[in-house]
């Protein structure tokens, strides 16, 4: 697990990370998620968050998202709970806009991704499947944590995200996946599970991420 500054999230007062360089405090930012599931009762350990995990889509090609986290929502000890998974992509304002966007459009490759198989013909009794199903039971969601930025700069952000998710119409992945974006000084100030979320196709709302979003439960 990448090093994290120390978090404070006591009770009385919002999420915040301890004195540190600027760089520190936009490092992936596991100790929040890590935090405030015990803050609420909900699990996510240390292993629960993955840096860098290699997802091929052909040609020599990959999504590596900054971090896939697993997150069981729930009370730790009752019976209704699911797991959540998500990739998190940290934007710390280095790359323009449309690079951002760009992460999208690498997202939806990878969720209809399906390998070839040499000498295997795909068949209806044993159809060819996209890759990410050998990981997962669903496509883990996608969250954008902006940071290094202000205000305009993520308005900007968010904009870029929701033109690349306009090209994206005709394909199921957002229909399928909740894709969301939300300024890393919400999620300090609030805690990632907080209605600070913007969906990607209608940004003006504010979700939480942990939400059910469209087929995810």
Not at 121 to 144: C, I, S
Request: charged letters at 25%.
């Amino acid at each position: 697990m990448t090093d994290c500054p120390a978090v404070d999230a006591s009770p009385e007062g919002p999420l915040q990370l301890a004195a540190a360089p600027a760089r520190e405090r936009l490092l992936l930012g596991d100790g929040l998620f890590l935090e405030d599931a015990r803050r609420r009762g909900e699990l996510c350990q240390p292993l629960d968050w993955i840096p860098e995990v290699h997802h091929p889509i052909g040609s020599g090609e990959a999504v590596i998202p900054d971090a896939l986290v697993y997150y069981r929502r729930g009370p730790v000890d009752g019976d209704n709970r699911s797991m959540l998974r998500a990739f998190v992509e940290v934007d710390r304002a280095t790359m323009g806009p449309e690079r951002l966007a760009a992460k999208l459009s690498a997202s939806e490759r990878l969720y209809r991704y399906v390998p070839a198989v040499p000498g295997r013909r795909p068949t209806l009794q044993d159809p060819a499947l996209e890759e990410w199903r050998r990981r997962y039971p669903l496509f883990p969601r996608v969250l954008f944590v902006l940071a290094g930025t202000g205000p305009t700069g993520v308005e900007n952000r968010i904009s870029a995200l929701r033109a690349g998710a306009e090209l994206l119409t005709p394909s199921r992945f957002l229909h399928d996946v909740p894709v969301l974006a939300a300024p890393l000084a919400d999620l300090l100030h609030h805690g990632p599970s907080s209605p600070v979320w913007h969906p990607v196709h209608d940004p003006n709302q504010r979700v939480p991420w942990t939400g059910p979003g469209h087929r995810q439960t």
